[in-house]
C-alpha cells in the first residue's frame, strides 16, 4: 500500500510502498477513506514529543470501512464504517483504566505516534477504539475524530461556562464553536494579530466577538480554551477569566509557561490540562455532532501532499482543517 512515513522527527515525511498491516486477534482492518492532518501530527514529525516508534506512518483523524477482521472481534464487520482517533489501546487494568479514565493509562499507544496511523490507504486498530460511525466515512467526518473529541473533552472540562473564549481559531476551535453555540454559549474568539480571515471566520461561526490574542474582551470570561500551543497565552487568558474561572490547556504539547503574578491566579482561577480522551467520550460526541449538527470546514490534500498540509498548518495558513484523501 502507499503510507507517508516518518523516519527521522524534523524531516520530511517520504512516500513509500509498504505492506498492508496484517490485523491482530483483536483488531480490525480499515480501508482509510481520509484522515485528519492533526497539530499533533506536526508535535511527532516536528520531534515535539519523545519517543514516538520509528519509522511511524502518522495520522489520527481516520475515518474509513472495515475489511477484515482477527478472530476475537465481537463488535465489528466488514464493510462498517468506523472513525480512529488518538487514542488507540489502554491496558483495562491499571487504577486509571478501572476508575474510568482511560485517557491516564499507564500503557497506552497512540494512533500515528507509537502506533501505525491514517497517512495511508490502511491501518489496523484495536476493535475497542474504533468507533462506529452513523455516517459515511468521508472527508468532512475525519477531523471530528480528534479536533471534535478533544474539542468536546476541554468544553466539557469547561463546565457550565457561558461565555467561552477560544485561543487559537483553526480545527478545533471552529467545531467547538459550533457545539457552545447549540449549547447557548457565547463564544469569543481569540487569534493571531491581524488574522483579520480567521477572525472573519470565527464570527461567521457565531462568535459574538473576535480579536487579536493579546487584546482583552469586552467582558470578563467565565472559562477560556487554548488551542495554540503557545505557553504565553496562560498568563493572558487568566487575565480575561473572572474570579472562579477556567483556563483549560488542550494541547498535548505547549511551549513553556512564563512566569506571572500571583494575582492573576488568585480569586479562585484554575489552570487544567486535557490529556487524549476516553470512548465515552468519542461516543457522546459522535452521538451530539450529527444533532448540532456540525459542519466542518476542510482543505483536501492528496496523500502525497502531506508535507505540504503539515506545512500550511505549520505555517498557520489554514483556515479549518487539512484532510489527506488516499
Known sequence: MRAMVLDRPGEPLEAREI???????????????????????????????????????????????????????????????????????????????????????????????????????????????????????????????????????????????????????????????????????????????????AQRFARRLGAVWAGASEQSPPELLDAAILYAPVGALVPLALRAVRKGGTVVCAGIHMSDIPSFPYRDLWEERTIRSVANLTRRDGEEFLALAPKVPIETTIEEFPLAAANEALRRLRDGHMTGAAVLIP
Open 19 to 197: 505492506d498492508v498491516p496484517a490485523p491482530g486477534p483483536e483488531e480490525v482492518l480499515v480501508k482509510v477513506a481520509a484522515c485528519g492532518v492533526c497539530r499533533t501530527d506536526l508535535h511527532v514529525v516536528d520531534g515535539d514529543l519523545p519517543d514516538p516508534t520509528l519509522p511511524i506512518v502518522p495520522g489520527h483523524e481516520i475515518v474509513g470501512e472495515v475489511v477484515s477482521c482477527g478472530a476475537r472481534v465481537e463488535h465489528l464487520a466488514p464493510g462498517h464504517a468506523v472513525g480512529i482517533p488518538w487514542l488507540g489501546h489502554t491496558c483495562g487494568t491499571c487504577r486509571y483504566c478501572r476508575h474510568g479514565q482511560e485517557n491516564l493509562c499507564d500503557t497506552p499507544a497512540f494512533t500515528g505516534y507509537t502506533r501505525q496511523g491514517g497517512y495511508a490507504e490502511y491501518v489496523a486498530a484495536d476493535e475497542r477504539f474504533a468507533f462506529p460511525l452513523t455516517e459515511a466515512p468521508t472527508a468532512a467526518v475525519a477531523p471530528l475524530l480528534c479536533a471534535g473529541l478533544i474539542g468536546y473533552r476541554s468544553l466539557r472540562l469547561a463546565g457550565d461556562a457561558r461565555r467561552i473564549g477560544l485561543y487559537g481559531f483553526g480545527a478545533a476551535a471552529h467545531i467547538v464553536a459550533q457545539l457552545a453555540r447549540y449549547e447557548g454559549r457565547e463564544v469569543f474568539a481569540f487569534t493571531r494579530a491581524g488574522d483579520a480571515a
